[in-house]
T-cell receptor, first 112, second 114 residues
Framework: DQQVKQNSPSLSVQEGRISILNCDYTNSMFDYFLWYKKYPAEGPTFLISISSIKDKNEDGRFTVFLNKSAKHLSLHIVPSQPGDSAVYFCAASAVVNNDMRFGAGTRLTVKP | NAGVTQTPKFQVLKTGQSMTLQCAQDMNHNSMYWYRQDPGMGLRLIYYSASEGTTDKGEVPNGYNVSRLNKREFSLRLESAAPSQTSVYFC?????????????FGSGTRLTVV
């Protein structure tokens, strides 16, 4: 059962514009939500996280929004840069069972 | 550079062969993990070790065994490889189990079973 879903396999945006990556989840027990970035032939790199008690967390150009009632989170990248081109994974973790679940990933391409 | 080191980076096995994937971290993290990544599936947890001396099953443990050799090292063993185990394997570590500050991943082992 895929408890974390990223329904868009790919996204293409112009440099300088906003990138919005979306993620849905089904398990209401998740306590933390995270975004990872992955370049080819490398492991995922942690980007930003948010606790389930918050609805927004910012770190520079990256902002994560959480809508618990809709079981939805999103990652906003503003402004987008060509170096942001990578696969982005959404993940969720529940303290009770120590099991971090990942979505299938969204490939972001930022065009110059 | 500090981080998680995985060996080997690539491996081809015949069905039925065995092998051990090695992982070591130098960040003094307590928890370590093994994930596999398959197309369209994201990363799935195979086994994890909350601390030295403990290991637990994850989402897809069948066909694998693990050993937490010491605080630094966490190995994954395939006793009798099957084509369904063709995948990219990632080792990761974190200071705590909750993972709020994210996991640090190695660069992966690409395994093909023929």
């Amino acid at each position: 059962d895929q408890q974390v879903k990223q329904n868009s396999p790919s996204l293409s945006v112009q440099e300088g514009r906003i990138s919005i990556l979306n993620c849905d989840y089904t398990n209401s027990m998740f306590d933390y939500f995270l975004w990872y970035k992955k370049y080819p032939a490398e492991g995922p790199t942690f980007l930003i996280s948010i606790s389930s008690i918050k609805d927004k967390n910012e770190d520079g150009r990256f902002t994560v929004f959480l809508n618990k009632s809709a079981k939805h989170l999103s990652l906003h990248i503003v402004p987008s840069q060509p170096g942001d081109s990578a696969v982005y994974f959404c993940a969720a973790s529940a303290v009770v069972n120590n099991d971090m679940r990942f979505g299938a990933g969204t490939r972001l391409t930022v065009k110059p | 550079n500090a981080g998680v080191t995985q060996t080997p980076k690539f491996q081809v096995l015949k069905t039925g062969q065995s092998m051990t994937l090695q992982c070591a971290q130098d960040m003094n993290h307590n928890s370590m993990y093994w994930y596999r990544q398959d197309p369209g599936m994201g990363l799935r947890l195979i086994y994890y070790s909350a601390s030295e001396g403990t290991t637990d099953k994850g989402e897809v443990p069948n066909g694998y065994n693990v050993s937490r050799l010491n605080k630094r090292e966490f190995s994954l063993r395939l006793e009798s490889a099957a084509p369904s185990q063709t995948s990219v394997y990632f080792c990761a570590s974190s200071e705590t189990l909750t993972g709020y500050y994210g996991y640090t991943f190695g660069s992966g082992t690409r395994l093909t079973v023929v």
